[in-house]
Each structure stands twice: as C-alpha cells, then as structure tokens.
C-alpha cells in the first residue's frame, strides 16, 4: 500500500489558481487508481476527480469540469490537481486517495468507499 501527502492547499481569491500536490510512498503507487476528493464543514465527502493507473483517462464531477485537472508523474510517485477560476463554492480540505487495483484495463473510481488509502489532506480556502 502506498502512503499519501498532499500539499499545495491555501487562502486565495476568487478567480485565483492552485496546484494540490499528493506525494506518494510505497511500491504500489503504479498499481493504484489515484483521485481527488473535498470535504467541507458539515458535508459529505465528494469526488472531485480520478485518474487511470497509466494516466490515460480522467474523470472530473461535473462542478469542477473545465476548471480542475488531474495529473500524476509515475516516475515521481506524484499526482497532481491544477485548479484554476477557483470559487467560493470550492472550499474545503482536499483529499488525495489510492485505490490498489489488478483490474486488466483502464479503470477509475468515483467514490470514497472505492479508494483504500488516504492522505490527511490540505485546507483549501477561496474567498470571494
């Protein structure tokens, strides 16, 4: 199983950009779909995005789509969200998640009982 670090989370203004770093330890990392979910006071737990073990298909909910994109480096154990024209509406801590898969094909998951290792996350704050 990997374990996972994210950072990158901070206090911006609305329309701003932030860049979520997740560093990853463990051998499997290659071996695990990766995603991205929020959590703000009060609320459940949402997916934000995922990415195949390879990084050839993504996923974003349809809130961040055009806004948020997710990318890992394999060479580095890294996986990354790119979050520009951030809004009030997307503020929370941010997680990073692993899911260790065999699964023959390309494959994402899409909710948090799917995933089976979490970071501790980061605080993402937008301000209007």
């Known amino acids: 199983q990997v374990q996972l670090v994210e950072s990158g989370g901070g206090l911006v203004q609305a329309g701003d950009s932030l860049r979520l770093s997740c560093a990853a330890s463990?051998?499997?990392?290659?071996?695990?779909?990766m995603g991205w979910f929020r959590q703000a006071p009060g609320k459940e737990r949402e997916f934000v995005s995922t990415?195949?073990?390879?990084?050839?298909?993504?996923s974003v909910a349809s809130s961040v789509k055009g806004r948020f994109t997710i990318s890992r480096d394999n060479a580095k154990n890294m996986v990354f969200l790119q979050m520009n024209s951030l809004k009030p509406e997307d503020t929370g801590r941010y997680y990073c998640?692993?899911?260790?898969?065999?699964?023959?094909?390309?494959?994402?998951?899409?909710?948090?009982?799917?995933?089976?290792?979490w970071g501790q996350g980061t605080q993402v704050t937008v301000s209007s």
């Open positions: 998640a692993a899911a260790l898969t065999y699964h023959s094909g390309p494959i994402y998951f899409t909710t948090p009982n799917q995933y089976d290792t």
């Open positions: 990415i195949t073990r390879g990084g050839g298909s993504t």
């Open positions: 463990g051998r499997t990392f290659g071996s695990s779909v």
